[in-house]
């Protein structure tokens, strides 16, 4: 079983929808948890990170987090054509501890 | 603040050659560094954790021996691809955690891409 799961896509959304990506993991342990954007042949870009169960909110990205269920999802609203990249999610164990990554959901922003 | 420099962006190597890869903090100490590696549509493995001081800890099937780990100073971790042979041929990607600790974030460098012929 993976540690970090996402669901690979494309997950194909029209300018100005909400994408809604997914991510579970494995290890009830987990403490941080993490969105990352990569686009083509560069290296990660965080987005947000989550800590508490719950919903944070930073612009138009909405991170929930649902520890009972290890479960984290990002929602874009009002999305970009920019926002067509891999968003990787990523957990840690403890603040110190090293980020294990899910094979990334790759969005594409359609016109 | 919180920038991570890493060089170079990009190298072509001959097969048997040894490659170094430098990943510096620029505006922050950085007591644990991470080397990932990336294959093509494939997500980040973490290679090893280089800690300042000491010896770096590798993940499971990462030989030790090949990809050599040097954390010398608070801002400077190495990583050498000793005798590269063409299926080391990746991206290779660093990332820092500023020394303070606490829910600190994670900073990459804009990555290496490898290529070995």
């Known amino acids: 079983q993976k540690e970090v799961e996402q669901n690979s896509g494309p997950l194909s959304v029209p300018e100005g929808a909400i994408a809604s990506l997914n991510c579970t993991y494995s290890d009830r342990g987990s403490q941080s948890f993490f969105w990352y954007r990569q686009y083509s042949g560069k290296s990660p870009e965080l987005i947000m990170s989550i800590y508490s169960n719950g919903d944070k909110e930073d612009g138009r990205f909405t991170a929930q987090l649902n520890k009972a269920s290890q479960y984290v999802s990002l929602l874009i609203r009002d999305s970009q054509p920019s926002d067509s990249a891999t968003y990787l999610c990523?957990?840690?164990?403890?603040?110190?501890?090293?980020?294990?990554f899910g094979t990334g959901t790759r969005l594409q922003v359609t016109l | 603040g919180a920038v991570v420099s890493q060089h170079p962006s990009r190298v072509i190597c001959k097969s048997g050659t040894s490659v170094k890869i430098e990943c510096r903090s620029l505006d922050f100490q950085a007591t644990t560094m991470f080397w990932y590696r990336q294959f093509p549509k494939q997500s980040l493995m973490l290679m090893a954790t280089s800690n300042e001081g000491s010896k770096a800890t590798y993940e499971q099937g990462v030989e030790k021996d090949k990809f050599l780990i040097n954390h010398a100073s608070l801002t400077l971790s190495t990583l050498t691809v000793t005798s590269a042979h063409p299926e080391d041929s990746s991206f290779y990607i660093c990332?820092?955690?500023?020394?303070?600790?606490?829910?600190?974030?994670?900073?990459f460098g804009s990555g290496t891409r490898l290529t070995v012929v």
């Open positions: 990523a957990v840690s164990a403890g603040t110190a501890s090293k980020l294990t």
């Open positions: 990332s820092a955690k500023p020394r303070e600790g606490g829910r600190a974030r994670y900073t």
